[in-house]
Nanobody, 123 residues
Framework: QVQLVESGGGSVQPGGSLRLSCIGS????????MGWFRQAPGKEREGLGR????????FYSDSVKGRFTVSHDSARKTLDLFMPNLEPEDTAMYYC????????????????WGQGTQVTVSA
């Protein structure tokens, strides 16, 4: 059973930063895709960044490219999301997810999800 444990969420002021961490367990395949997503109230879940261990590539959505950074630790099976200079528009529930074998950006392709961690950016 795949399990994803997330941490690092919280409340920050605009301009602050957060580093979210996702630790995976029960991942038995060497080639897998881990990604970070977020969902704000009344909006669809959107992909932010993902890493595919099959070829070592990392991908970002247009909305966060140049802003956020995804980093993967293969030994710990951990995916971090570093978010500097946060804005109120970044307020959302942030989720970690994994998929074996392929790495596509749509949330529907991911098969296992963490519980989510809340990020709130306000003055």
């Amino acid at each position: 059973q795949v399990q994803l444990v997330e941490s690092g969420g919280g409340s920050v002021q605009p301009g602050g930063s957060l580093r979210l961490s996702c630790i995976g367990s029960g991942i038995t395949y060497s080639s897998y895709c881990m990604g970070w997503f977020r969902q704000a109230p009344g909006k669809e879940r959107e992909g932010l960044g993902r890493h595919y261990t099959g070829d070592g590539r990392t991908f970002y959505s247009d909305s966060v490219k140049g802003r956020f950074t995804v980093s993967h630790d293969s030994a710990r099976k951990t995916l971090d999301l570093f978010m500097p200079n946060l804005e109120p528009e970044d307020t959302a529930m942030y989720y970690c997810a994994v998929r074996f074998g392929v790495c596509y950006p749509e949330p529907s392709f991911f098969t296992d999800w963490g519980q989510g961690t809340q990020v709130t950016v306000s003055a």
